[in-house]
Each structure stands twice: as structure tokens, then as C-alpha cells.
């Protein structure tokens, strides 16, 4: 009775956000069941690696065409169907033992690549749509809200791949994930509303390139931003814990959940931290880069001294997780606050894409350079990526006021400045 007399805006926006919180912690579970279970097959850090390669690169793919469909078919059915996808990949890793080969693997995160990206292309491009232009302020809150609880439950999700590759095994996992992804479908297909996010004009093909400056810009250095984050964090850093630490499965799978757990908390309170009236959003973005930016310098430089490696890491983890967050969330309130908004897909998409690739080119590098070089390798070039990523969201047109305020260099209906 409580929910039926919520606004509608609020109905499909708890909608959307409770099914992008069940797809996150099936792949948060999903990512961390693959990277234990095959390392303790005796797969190298750079094997591991290519394991998630069709995922990240399927990613690129479904947030440029994804964000053109969303346009054209509607933002809630890619939101289905990228739920449906998922079920269907987490199938494919049914089989018997034998059958897991790598190009198995492969393929089924291929499809949990696509999945992943289709839903998050359409809760972020949701949210555009159920807030009114002028309540930058609200916009802001609401992006953080979704994006910070879903980082909360990808940890979670990590935490919960750990716990149940040890008490039910791999295909135990899996199948469990399965069936919970399957309910969530079902209520999926039942309660959102078909027609959101459908563009009034019908976008071309050619149309999935963005042509906005500003657009242009934030996904540059959303590149740069995710690229140093998984140069590290995605391969190299739980095959270190789990190499040269000791650390057993239910250790890594928790320590890493309890960062993203607290990372995406941080997140939520972004709005918090960075709405200044005398500071725009742009130089908001430009100051916690450049924080962020000494984050993985300093805790390379701790690991080189020889300081205590455990403690460097949990201390210095924690300096990123916080700094990354309050990055990552600005970042995603302006790709959505300067996107427009008959069509937002095709600009979140976009975004998305690059997104994707960052964190392709941060996977594959996280497997090759931690192989050859070690983890100190990993948080030099981390370093370096976010001193480039803080120096392209320096070019980002400036506001005239806080989050509230005006965008010069708003794109407009048809994305171009």
C-alpha cells in the first residue's frame, strides 16, 4: 500500500534502482567467483586477466549501440533484456568441469558484459528522465544515491562470491546467483513501464557518435579515471594478496567487498562533500583528481621503501577507495546532468563506452604489467592515468554556478554544442 502511493517517479526510480542492485551483486559475485576459482586452478595473473577480455570488450560494443536502442526502443525493455542476458550467461557456466575451458569462459563473460552494460546504460539514462531539469541539486543526489549503492552491493556481491565458492563450490555459486537473477526478471517484466526513455526523434545509426564537446570531454577522462583504477585493483591486487600475502579465498573476497562496501558509501555522500556554492562542478572534479592523483603514487612509494606491505595496502586501498569515490561520483553526475534529455542514451552510452574501454585497457594491463613487473608497476602507471584523466576534465566547459547553476556548453537537442 506504501509503494502504490509513492509518485510515479518515485515508483520507477526504486524500481530501477532495486533491479540495478540485484544485477550488481550477481556480477560483483560473479567477477570474484571467476578470479579465485581459476587462479586456484593455476591460471597466471595474466590468463585471469583474459578471462573478463570479451567482458570489458562486449562492454564497449553494448554502451555504443546500447545507448542507440535505448533511444529507439526504450530505456526499461534494454533493461530487461540486459537482466535476460545475464541469466543466460551465468547458464553457460552450468556446465560439467571439463567444459569450462577458457574460450567458455570467455564467451559467457562476453554476454555478462553485455548484460552489465545494458543495465547500467539504462538505469543512469532512467534517472535523467524522472528529474526535472531545473533540480540540478536533486539530479545529483539521486545519481549518487543509485551509483554509491551499487558499489555497496558490488562489495557486497564480492564478499558473497568469496562465501559461496567455499560452501557450495563454483557451479553451486552459480546456480544459486541464477535463480535469484530469475526472480528479479520476472518482477522486472512485470512492474516497469515499457515506453521510458524512448526519443521523440528517431536517432540515426550514425548518431551513437557523440558530437558534444563537453560529452567528449568527461568521457576522455572517464577513460583515464578507470583505466587507473582496474591497472590494479581488477587482477593484480587479490592475485597479490592471494600470492605473496597468504590470504585465503574468504580473506581477498572479503577485503576487497569491504572497499567497494565503503567505497560505494562514500560515494552516496558525495553530494555532500562537493556542493560549494563558490565552487563550480568543474573545478570540483579538477581539486579531487589531483588528490586522487597522489593516492597510488604515495602507496608506491610506501611499497618501494619497504614499509610494511600489508599495512601500506589496507591504508593506502583505503585513501583510493575514498578519493576514487568522491571522483567517480562527480563524474557521473555530469555526463547525466549535461546530457540531453529527449534521447539521454545516446549520450550516457557513449559516456559508458569509454567507460568500458578504460577498463579494458586497465584489465588487460592489470595481468601483463603485474606478470612482468609486479604490483609497484601496476600504481605507477595507475598514478599516470589519473594525472592525464584530471588534466582532460580540466578542459570541460566551466559553469557559471554550483551543481544548481546554469551549463555553458550544454549540449542541445541534437548534441552538438
Known amino acids: 500500500m506504501l509503494f502504490s502511493q509513492l509518485s ?20 560483483g559475485a560473479l567477477r570474484m567467483l571467476v578470479v579465485l576459482h581459476f587462479h586456484q586452478l593455476g591460471y597466471s595473473a595474466l590468463e585471469v586477466a583474459m578471462l573478463f ?7 564497449i560494443v553494448t554502451n555504443l549501440f546500447g545507448g542507440w536502442l535505448g533511444a529507439r526502443w526504450g530505456l526499461n525493455r534494454t533493461m530487461n533484456i540486459g537482466l535476460g542476458v545475464q541469466i543466460l550467461a551465468l547458464a553457460m557456466l552450468l556446465v560439467p568441469a571439463g567444459m569450462l575451458t577458457v574460450v567458455w569462459v570467455m564467451a559467457a563473460q562476453a554476454l555478462s558484459g553485455i548484460a552489465k552494460d545494458l543495465n547500467k546504460m539504462s538505469a543512469k539514462s532512467t534517472i535523467k528522465l524522472l528529474v526535472p531539469d531545473n533540480q540540478q541539486q536533486q539530479l545529483y543526489k539521486w545519481v549518487a544515491i543509485l551509483t554509491g549503492s551499487k558499489n555497496t552491493l558490488k562489495g557486497v556481491g564480492f564478499f558473497l562470491g568469496g562465501l559461496l565458492l567455499t560452501l557450495l563450490g ?4 552459480v546456480l544459486v546467483m541464477a535463480l535469484m537473477l530469475s526472480v528479479v526478471w520476472l518482477c522486472s517484466l512485470l512492474f516497469l513501464k515499457k515506453e521510458s526513455g524512448k526519443a521523440q526523434f528517431k536517432p540515426k545509426f550514425n548518431d551513437i557518435w557523440s558530437k558534444s564537446r563537453p560529452i567528449n570531454v568527461l568521457s576522455a577522462a572517464r577513460f583515464l579515471l578507470f583505466g587507473a583504477r582496474d591497472v590494479w585493483f581488477v587482477v593484480a591486487l587479490p592475485v597479490f594478496l592471494a600470492s605473496q600475502l597468504g590470504w585465503g579465498n574468504w580473506q581477498v573476497g572479503s577485503f576487497l567487498a569491504l572497499w567497494v562496501i565503503g567505497y560505494g558509501f562514500v560515494q552516496g555522500l558525495a553530494p555532500r562533500l562537493t556542493q560549494q556554492a563558490d565552487a563550480s562542478p568543474r573545478n570540483q572534479a579538477v581539486l579531487w583528481g589531483a588528490l586522487l592523483t597522489l593516492s597510488p603514487l604515495l602507496l608506491s612509494l610506501a611499497l618501494w621503501q619497504g614499509w610494511p606491505v600489508a599495512t601500506s595496502i589496507i591504508i593506502g586501498l583505503a585513501a583510493f577507495g575514498i578519493l576514487f569515490a568522491i571522483n567517480s561520483s562527480l563524474h557521473s553526475y555530469l555526463i547525466v546532468s549535461y546530457s540531453r534529455a529527449d534521447g539521454v542514451s545516446l549520450d550516457v552510452g557513449f559516456y559508458y563506452m569509454a567507460n568500458a574501454a578504460g577498463r579494458l585497457l586497465g584489465t588487460v594491463l592489470s595481468g601483463w ?14 598514478t599516470a592515468l589519473i594525472f592525464f584523466s584530471t588534466i582532460a576534465i580540466s578542459a570541460l566547459p566551466q559553469r557559471s554556478a554550483g551543481p544548481a547553476g546554469p551549463m555553458p556548453g550544454e549540449p542541445n537537442q541534437n548534441g552538438v554544442n
Open 8 to 27: 510515479p517517479a518515485i515508483r520507477q526510480y526504486l524500481l530501477v534502482t532495486g533491479n540495478y542492485w540485484a544485477f550488481t551483486l550477481t556480477d
Open 53 to 59: 577480455l570479451f567482458y570489458e570488450f562486449f562492454g
Open 170 to 173: 563454483f557451479t553451486g555459486a
Open 369 to 382: 604489467v603485474y606478470q612482468q613487473w609486479g604490483l609497484l608497476a601496476c600504481l605507477l602507471i595507475s
